[in-house]
């Protein structure tokens, strides 16, 4: 059964950074593509950036181009989501999934931007 598992949110100020990790078991992840999603409270979940399965391609949502920064490990079976100059607008519950939602979620982790 597939696991993804969400690490490294916290509280940190606006303007700071913080670097998210998905560990997923999955068979053949280094065939899949990826993405990490966000879901802040009263919102719908949406993709905030994606991953090619070789990491050579990555896109964006418009509001977090040029602060994040996604890449994988397929050796490790893990993606990374480098955040910089964080908004408090960025405050959410932070996911890892493929960009068609095909494995269930895992529990996500919580990024707060708050002075």
């Known amino acids: 059964q597939v696991q993804l598992v969400e690490s490294g949110g916290g509280l940190v100020q606006p303007g700071g950074s913080l670097t998210l990790s998905c560990a997923a078991s999955?068979?053949?992840?280094?065939?899949?593509?990826m993405g990490w999603y966000r879901q802040a409270p009263g919102n719908q979940r949406e993709l905030v950036a994606r991953?090619?399965?070789?990491?050579?391609?990555?896109n964006y949502l418009d509001s977090v181009k040029g602060r994040f920064t996604i890449s994988r490990d397929n050796a490790k079976k893990t993606m990374y989501l480098q955040m910089n100059s964080l908004k408090p607008e960025d405050t959410a519950v932070y996911y890892c999934?493929?960009?068609?939602?095909?494995?269930?979620w895992g529990q996500g982790t919580q990024v707060t931007v708050s002075s």
């Open positions: 999934n493929s960009p068609d939602r095909r494995f269930a």
């Open positions: 991953i090619t399965s070789g990491g050579s391609g990555t």
């Open positions: 999955i068979t053949f992840f280094r065939l899949t593509d």
